[in-house]
């Protein structure tokens, strides 16, 4: 049972680059999330799914894009990659259908450095 | 609106001293509240999760908080820190993000080191 799963771990960019960062979770969990984590900043929620063909907005997600095709993953992507998009990218997943109680189960991380 | 705010954004404190996180929160309902965890270079990991009851709740790690409905407050304690505790700690409330939807509305943490 590996629970949540990040790939890749690191990742440096050009500016205008595009890249896909991949969520995979064992757990048989709906809920899955995205979230950026900056100095000073906690973690802010980019984009959510509440099952596999769904998706919504966070906080922050301009300049992002996600997919959920099959249940256990859950696909960020970045089309034009930006210097203000330098972060620590955290996936999570939840099993409650209401989403405000559960546990959130979060993955190792991606360092993502945009030159 | 819902916010977390945790006062302190770096504390210190001697192995095998007492210590005492803050987290107040901001929350129209009844909070459902969160402690997190995160080592050096780490996800984050569930210390511990207050939603109705008894207002003391036992998490891992030896870790407790008390929820005050009246301070909105809901600081995480540690009779006696260790080494292995030094870490970034993040409180967190439950909220409501769009009909029935609930989400995390996190803290920007409070990073513990401890001394030798």
């Known amino acids: 049972n590996a629970g949540v799963t990040q790939t890749p771990k690191f990742r440096v960019l050009k500016t205008g680059q595009s890249m896909t960062l991949l969520c995979a979770q064992d757990?048989?969990?709906?809920?899955m999330y995205w979230y950026r984590q900056d100095p000073g900043m906690g973690l802010r929620l980019i984009h959510y799914?509440?099952?596999?063909?769904?998706?919504a907005k966070g906080e922050v997600p301009d300049g992002y894009n996600v997919s959920r095709l099959k249940k256990q993953n859950f696909l960020l992507g970045l089309e034009s990659a930006a210097p203000s998009q330098t972060s620590v990218y955290f996936c999570?997943?939840?099993?409650?259908?209401?989403?405000?109680?559960?546990?959130?189960?979060f993955g190792p991380g991606t360092r993502l450095t945009v030159l | 609106a819902q916010s977390v705010t945790q006062p302190d954004i770096h504390i210190t404190v001697s192995e095998g001293a007492s210590l005492e996180l803050r987290c107040n929160y901001s929350?129209?309902?009844?909070?459902?509240l969160f402690w997190y965890v995160q080592s050096p270079g780490q996800g984050l990991q569930l210390l511990l999760k207050?939603?109705?009851?008894?207002?003391l709740v036992q998490g891992i790690k030896g870790f407790e908080a008390e929820f005050k409905r009246s301070q909105s407050s809901f600081n995480l304690r540690k009779p006696s820190v260790h080494w292995s505790d030094a870490a970034e700690y993040f409180c967190?409330?439950?909220?409501?993000?769009?009909?029935?939807?609930?989400?995390?509305?996190f803290g920007k943490g409070t990073k513990l080191s401890v001394k030798p």
């Open positions: 999570a997943s939840s099993y409650s259908r209401t989403g405000l109680t559960d546990t959130q189960y």
């Open positions: 757990m048989n969990h709906e809920y």
């Open positions: 799914s509440v099952g596999e063909g769904t998706t």
């Open positions: 929350y129209g309902a009844t909070p459902y």
């Open positions: 207050y939603f109705s009851g008894d207002t």
């Open positions: 967190a409330v439950g909220a409501r993000i769009g009909g029935s939807q609930g989400n995390l509305i």
